[in-house]
C-alpha cells in the first residue's frame, strides 16, 4: 500500500465550471476526511466518511459541494458552478475509526485554481 | 468552539540549532489531543507528534519534544539539531476525541533550517 492518494495533483478551471477530484485512501482504513486548505491558513475540515456513510458535513461545504465514498473504498469531492474562493489545497486523509485518535494518513492534496 | 493560535507566521534557525515553535489553544473540554504536523513543500502532511491532555508527561520522538502546559492551554514544539530537512511548515492541532476525530488547525508556522 502506497498511502492516501489523491488525483489530480493540480486543477486549473474556469469559473462556472464543474470539478472532480478523486481520493483512494489505505485500503484497510474505514475512516475518510477531506479537508480544505487555503493559502496562509490551516487545514479546514470539510467532511468525512465511515465506510460509505457520510457522518458529518461542515458549514464550509456549500450545496455546490458533493462528496460520495461508493462502497467505501475511494472517495470523491465534487464542486459544482466553481468561483474564484474555491481556489486552495483539497486535502484527503484517512484512519481507522478505532485508532483515529493517534492521527491520520493524510494525501499529498489536489491544488484548484480556478480563474 | 475551540480555537488554535500560531503566533509565530515565520522563523529561522541555523543547522544543528534548537527552535521552538509556539501553540496556543482554548477549550473548555478536560480530554482531548494535541499534535504537530509537518507540511514539507509540495508534500504531504506528516505527523510529527501527539500528546494526550490527560498525561502530563511531555511526548517525546526522537529530536521532537513538545512542552504541553494544560492550565496554560500552550503546546510547544521543540526541535534539537535542528537538520535541513526540517524545513516545512509546522502546524499544531487540536483533536476533540468525542468519536468524529477531527482536527482544528492553527495557521502554521514556515520554518526554514538554514546551512
Known amino acids: 500500500d502506497t498511502g492516501v492518494s489523491q488525483n489530480p495533483r493540480h486543477k486549473i478551471t474556469k469559473r462556472g465550471q464543474n470539478v472532480t477530484f478523486r481520493c483512494d485512501p489505505i485500503?484497510?482504513?474505514?475512516?475518510l476526511y477531506w479537508y480544505r486548505q487555503t493559502l496562509g491558513q490551516g487545514p479546514e475540515f470539510l467532511t468525512y466518511?465511515?465506510?460509505?456513510?457520510?457522518?458529518?458535513k461542515s458549514r464550509l461545504l456549500s450545496d455546490r459541494f458533493s462528496a460520495e465514498r461508493p462502497k467505501g473504498s475511494f472517495s470523491t469531492l465534487e464542486i459544482q458552478r466553481t468561483e474564484q474562493g474555491d481556489s486552495a489545497m483539497y486535502l484527503c486523509?484517512?484512519?481507522?475509526?478505532?485508532?483515529?485518535?493517534?492521527?491520520?494518513?493524510f494525501g499529498s492534496g489536489t491544488r484548484l485554481t480556478v480563474v | 468552539a475551540q480555537t488554535v493560535t500560531q503566533s509565530q507566521p515565520e522563523m529561522s534557525v541555523q543547522e544543528a540549532e534548537t527552535v521552538t515553535l509556539s501553540c496556543t489553544y482554548d477549550?473548555?473540554?478536560?480530554?482531548?489531543?494535541l499534535f504537530w504536523y509537518k507540511q514539507p513543500p509540495s508534500r504531504q502532511m506528516i505527523l510529527v507528534i501527539r500528546?494526550?491532555?490527560?498525561?502530563?508527561q511531555n511526548a517525546t520522538e526522537n529530536r521532537f519534544s513538545v512542552n504541553f502546559q494544560k492550565a496554560a492551554k500552550s503546546f510547544s514544539l521543540k526541535i534539537s539539531d535542528s537538520q535541513l530537512g526540517d524545513t516545512a511548515m509546522y502546524f499544531c492541532?487540536?483533536?476533540?476525541?468525542?468519536?468524529?476525530?477531527?482536527?482544528?488547525f492553527g495557521t502554521g508556522t514556515r520554518l526554514k533550517v538554514l546551512a
Open positions: 492541532a487540536f483533536m476533540n476525541p468525542s468519536g468524529t476525530y477531527k482536527y482544528i
Open positions: 500528546q494526550e491532555a490527560y498525561k502530563q
Open positions: 485500503s484497510e482504513h474505514n475512516r
Open positions: 477549550t473548555s473540554e478536560n480530554n482531548y489531543y
Open positions: 466518511f465511515q465506510n460509505e456513510a457520510q457522518l458529518e
Open positions: 486523509a484517512s484512519s481507522l475509526a478505532a485508532t483515529g485518535g493517534y492521527g491520520y494518513t
